[in-house]
T-cell receptor
Framework: NAGVTQTPKFRILKIGQSMTLQCTQD?????MYWYRQDPGMGLKLIYY???????DKGEVPNGYNVSRSTTEDFPLRLELAAPSQTSVYFC???????????FGPGTRLTVL | GENVEQHPSTLSVQEGDSAVIKCTYS??????FPWYKQELGKGPQLIID?????GEKKDQRIAVTLNKTAKHFSLHITETQPEDSAVYFC????????????FGTGTRLQVTL
């Protein structure tokens, strides 16, 4: 099992550009999450999904969109990139009876 | 919503000493308390967790204690080693919230030789 994979690892965007951060898990987990991590601020939940076709907002959803067409994939879309979206983005998944969330390696995004 | 405070923000200990990191939370409905370790350039990894029906849990050199009345929980690392150096995050969640985690702000632990 590869676990949770994220692409790309790094990306630099110009203000106003758009991009999609990819997240895939091969553990057949129903729950998936997107977090952002700013320096010294811990992780903040952006969006989450409890299964294919179901998504919901987290604590900081503004400026982002998600979709969940399959169990495996949970892409995060930035439509109009802003400097405030400079951060490290982590995708996570959870399944089964235990609460453990498995995290991907992260995507470091810089918006200039 | 839930608020989780974590202290200290940085901690330096000598190899072999113990390290203690503390977290307090605000939501009395929280019933799951994991601790994550994050090494440089990597995603957080679960190292230990505790549920509200247990007051203490131990796994080799790592232990977590929970005081639900006072709404705080702590991570204890004994006989620290250089490979314990990392950023540690506490988190909480509650049943019925899709297991959404609320994280503390992290503690950077440095174990010196």
């Amino acid at each position: 099992n590869a676990g949770v994979t994220q692409t790309p690892k790094f990306r630099i965007l110009k203000i106003g550009q758009s991009m999609t951060l990819q997240c895939t898990q091969d553990m057949n987990h129903n729950y998936m999450y997107w977090y952002r991590q700013d320096p010294g601020m811990g992780l903040k939940l952006i969006y989450y999904s409890v299964g294919a076709g179901i998504t919901d907002k987290g604590e900081v959803p503004n400026g982002y969109n998600v979709s969940r067409s399959t169990t495996e994939d949970f892409p995060l879309r930035l439509e109009l990139a802003a400097p405030s979206q400079t951060s490290v983005y982590f995708c996570a998944s959870k399944g089964g009876v235990w609460n453990e969330q498995f995290f991907g390696p992260g995507t470091r995004l810089t918006v200039l | 919503g839930e608020n989780v405070e974590q202290h200290p923000s940085t901690l330096s200990v000598q190899e072999g000493d113990s390290a203690v990191i503390k977290c307090t939370y605000s939501d009395s409905a929280s019933n799951y308390f994991p601790w994550y370790k994050q090494e440089l350039g990597k995603g957080p990894q679960l190292i230990i967790d505790i549920r509200s029906n247990v007051g203490e849990k131990k796994d080799q050199r790592i232990a977590v204690t929970l005081n639900k009345t006072a709404k705080h929980f702590s991570l204890h690392i004994t006989e620290t080693q250089p490979e314990d150096s990392a950023v540690y995050f506490c988190a909480t969640s509650s049943t019925g919230t899709a297991s959404k985690l609320t994280f503390g702000t992290g503690t950077r632990l440095q174990v010196t030789l």
